[in-house]
């Protein structure tokens, strides 16, 4: 479902290797407010989509919670990818690197389960960690031992900085501590005051925000906008305040990134510094 962290569409060589659909999207309220909407996977097109009923999809992937939306798909949600997958013998892969335990930058109750059809993605990049490039996964015993041996050639000498840094931290379990009492808190205050700030400003005005559910991000939907988020960024790059452009994160669309629906429902993504 795209919009998707831009960064995986330039993971493959040469091609295009991902296929996208666009989200429902919903209306919502949030803590009694309104000018709120969410995204939810939409199952009719997922389950009719020829790539899938061909054989020719060979992973599901999905990130949660999503970066840049905040979108965080539910429980249900999660268990019908799981029976897709199923269903065409293929791997579920979640990409949870801002999501529970850790950095348990998620606003919003989920439950993460695993199974040996599922691989969860985790990072220590949102624990104060970017710089040293470690990444965690969970996943069937050969799974994981493929993924060991690529990173061993493709890599040739894998960083280990990262993992004894972090090892004590899960042994004692502070992991956890960190990521609950100083990195989730911190992120929910800054969401809530760049969400009222934003409705603040833009009161008289159609925008609406994604559900903050989750990340560092705020993505917002300037309903009708006549004009591209990539012609809008350079318009306030001019006046000093940086956003970034929603086109770029529609990777794996039939349309080259942009589907009907999100013409009509152009985004922006809300970076966590700018002005007005």
């Known amino acids: 479902m795209s919009p998707e962290y831009v960064g995986y569409a330039d993971v493959q060589v040469e091609g295009s290797y991902f296929v996208s659909l666009p989200p429902i999207i919903e209306k919502t309220t949030h803590e009694g ?5 969410k995204y939810k996977v ?37 268990t019908h990818l799981k029976q897709l997958a199923k269903k065409h013998g293929i791997p579920l892969i979640i990409d949870n690197a801002y999501g529970a335990p850790f950095p348990n930058i998620i606003h919003t109750s989920t439950t993460l389960e695993w199974d040996d059809e599922t691989i969860l993605c985790f990072s220590l990049s949102k624990v104060g960690l970017p710089g040293v490039r470690t990444g965690i996964i969970i996943a069937h015993p050969k799974i994981a031992k493929a993924v060991s041996n690529m990173n061993a050639i493709v890599n040739l000498s894998p960083v280990r900085f990262g993992a004894a840094i972090a090892t004590p931290l899960f042994e004692n379990d502070e992991i956890i501590c960190l990521s609950d009492e100083l990195i989730s808190p911190f992120y929910k205050k800054q969401s809530i005051f760049a969400i009222q700030r934003l409705q603040e400003e833009f009161a008289d005005y159609p925008v609406y925000i994604h559900q903050p559910e989750g990340v560092i991000f705020l993505w917002v939907w300037f309903e009708g906008l006549p004009i591209s988020t990539t012609t809008l960024y350079q318009i306030l790059k001019q006046q000093g305040t940086l ?34």
């Open 33 to 37: 407010r309104e000018g709120f909407f």
């Open 42 to 78: 939409d199952f009719d097109a997922l389950e009719n989509l020829e790539e899938l009923n061909n054989n020719k999809i060979g992973a599901i992937c999905c990130s949660r919670p999503t970066n840049p939306t905040g979108n965080v798909l539910t429980d249900g949600e999660m």
């Open 243 to 276: 956003i970034i452009p929603s086109e770029h994160f529609f990777c794996g669309n039939a349309d080259g990134g942009l589907s009907t629906r999100q013409r009509v429902y152009p985004l922006v993504d809300c970076p966590r510094r700018s002005h007005t």
